[in-house]
């Protein structure tokens, strides 16, 4: 099956500085790719997601970029602000498998240091 | 608007004790319904999902089942908890016509003692 692997697992970074996480998967056929903020407490909420047939997704501050040949996809937060941190989780998705199940990274704890 | 509802938000149980959590989607029809739990401090592990009435997968065994009983309603139950059940759990659910995009309600932090 799907199998993501997501790095790293924690990232501290000053306030306006930028954030990167990396997330690999090992199905090819992968052709959906969501990323997930989480908040103490609270449940997991979707950020942005790309899609096989686009490299590259921007929504203000976050972009997320995606490599096929290579099986990683990367979420991008620019001008990190306190409210940014929180666990991010990637996933991917794979149409091999028949149904729309998503397989997830072990998360990303993001502190911003102000 | 579509909207994702779970409760309760905070439950404490002794052991040996049943379980009935409840999820509701509103706006959207015959969506996919799934049921996580979340460790502590840990990823999300995926315990049932279900497309439709009556429909329920089990991804890992345990001590727990899910039911769905109309098309936006989840229900996750045990009939006798264990120390191990104790987690976040969490309800998803993808619209029907973007089956591979989850989106997740507010959780319910479980507490078996």
């Known amino acids: 099956g799907e199998n993501v692997e997501q790095h790293p697992s924690t990232l501290s970074v000053q306030e306006g500085d930028s954030a990167v996480i990396k997330c690999t998967y090992s199905?090819?056929?992968?052709?959906?790719f969501p990323w997930y903020k989480q908040e103490l407490g609270k449940g997991p909420q979707l950020i942005i997601d790309i899609r096989s047939n686009v490299g590259e997704k921007k929504d203000q501050r976050i972009a997320v970029t995606l490599n096929k040949t290579a099986k990683h996809f990367s979420l991008h937060i620019t001008e990190t602000q306190p409210e940014d941190s929180a666990v991010y989780f990637c996933?991917?998705?794979?149409?091999?498998?028949?149904?729309?199940?998503?397989?997830f990274g072990a998360g990303t704890t993001v502190t911003v240091r102000a | 608007s579509q909207t994702i509802h779970q409760w309760p938000a905070t439950l404490v149980q002794p052991v040996g004790s049943p379980l009935s959590l409840e999820c509701t989607v509103e706006g959207t029809s015959n969506p996919n319904l799934y049921w996580y739990r979340q460790a502590a401090g840990r990823g999300l592990q995926l315990l049932f999902y279900s497309v439709g009435i009556g429909q329920i997968s089990s991804e890992v065994p345990q001590n727990l089942s899910a039911s769905r009983p109309q098309d936006r309603q989840f229900i996750l139950s045990s009939k006798k908890l264990l120390l191990s059940d104790s987690g976040f759990y969490l309800c998803a659910y993808s619209p029907a016509r973007a089956q591979e995009t989850q989106y997740f309600g507010p959780g319910t932090r479980l507490l078996v003692l």
């Open positions: 199905d090819s056929a992968s052709n959906y």
């Open positions: 996933a991917a998705s794979s149409p091999r498998r028949g149904d729309y199940k998503l397989s």
